[in-house]
C-alpha cells in the first residue's frame, strides 16, 4: 500500500491544475450564463452580439433555429421581447478548460407578435473559451409538459 500512495499522491498534484481550471471554467460560465438570461430579458443588443459566437446555432423550443444574425435581427425588430428568464436550475461541466455544457430548466415568458408565450423548458447550451472569452456556441431548449 506504501508504493501505492507516492504514485497518486503525485497524480493528485499533478491533476490539481486541471482540476481547479476545470472548475473555475464551469463557474465562471454559469456566471455568464445568467448574465446571459438578463441580457436577453433587456434586449441588449451590443451585450447579446458579444456574448453569441458568430457560429452559434441557436435552436428555440419551438424547434426553430436561428444564426447569430437571425436571432438578434428578431431581438432589435421586436419580433422576439423577452420579458422573464428565471433559472429553476443549472448544471454546469467544464470539458477541458476551453469548454463548458450547461444543463438546466428555465422559467421563459416571451412575446411574439400578437401572442405571449410562458412555459418551463429544460436547455443545453455550450460555451466556448475564444479571444480570452466566453461565447455561447450552441443553445438547444425543450418546453417541459
Known amino acids: 500500500m506504501t508504493r501505492i500512495a507516492p504514485p497518486l499522491v503525485a497524480l493528485a498534484l499533478l491533476l490539481s491544475p486541471a ?45 426553430q433555429c436561428q444564426t447569430k444574425q437571425e436571432f438578434v435581427a428578431d431581438i432589435e425588430s421586436k419580433q422576439r421581447v423577452y420579458k422573464k428568464m428565471d433559472v429553476v436550475s443549472m448544471n454546469a461541466k467544464a470539458l477541458g478548460s476551453y469548454a463548458v455544457l450547461i444543463n438546466g430548466v428555465i422559467d421563459v415568458v416571451a412575446e411574439a407578435p400578437g401572442k405571449t408565450v410562458q412555459f418551463k ?11 480570452q472569452h466566453w461565447q455561447l456556441i450552441s443553445w438547444q431548449s425543450t418546453t417541459l409538459p
Do not use: N, P
Not at 423548458?121 to 479571444?131: A, F, K, L, M, N
Open 19 to 63: 482540476v481547479f481550471a476545470a472548475s473555475k471554467a464551469a463557474t465562471d460560465v454559469e456566471a455568464v450564463e445568467r448574465a446571459r438570461f438578463q441580457t436577453w430579458v433587456k434586449g441588449d443588443i451590443a451585450a447579446i452580439k458579444a456574448v453569441m459566437a458568430d457560429d452559434v446555432l441557436y435552436c428555440h423550443s419551438s424547434g
Open 121 to 131: 423548458g429544460i436547455y443545453t447550451s455550450v460555451y466556448v473559451r475564444r479571444d
